[in-house]
């Protein structure tokens, strides 16, 4: 069955830097388009950023557009957020995504608090 398990969140203070990995099992992930999400307390959940199956194509929140990259290697079949230049209003839970056979899949969620 299809599996995301996203990892790397934490405390960061502001400034500073995560990654964020999601490891996919259970579909042919590099014919995927993966997604990263997000939701703050209080407020509705929002895309952060896409990806295409080979990674040529990446589309970003524009709050976070020159911060964040998204990334993934098909050979390990993992989708990456690399976060920089945090800030308080990125704390959040981030969540992988993937539509598989039309099929939304969500991994469990890993949170991420900017804070000094």
């Known amino acids: 069955q299809v599996q995301l398990v996203e990892s790397g969140g934490g405390l960061v203070q502001p400034g500073g830097s995560l990654r964020l990995s999601c490891a996919a099992s259970?579909?042919?992930?590099?014919?995927?388009?993966m997604h990263w999400y997000r939701r703050a307390p209080g407020k509705e959940r929002e895309l952060v950023a896409t990806i295409t199956t080979a990674g040529s194509g990446t589309n970003y929140l524009d709050s976070v557009k020159g911060r964040f990259t998204i990334s993934r290697d098909n050979a390990k079949n993992t989708v990456y957020l690399q976060m920089n230049s945090l800030k308080p209003e990125d704390t959040a839970v981030y969540y992988c995504k993937t539509r598989y056979r039309f099929v939304d899949y969500w991994g469990q969620g890993t949170q991420v608090t900017v804070s000094s």
């Open positions: 259970g579909f042919t992930f590099s014919a995927y388009i």
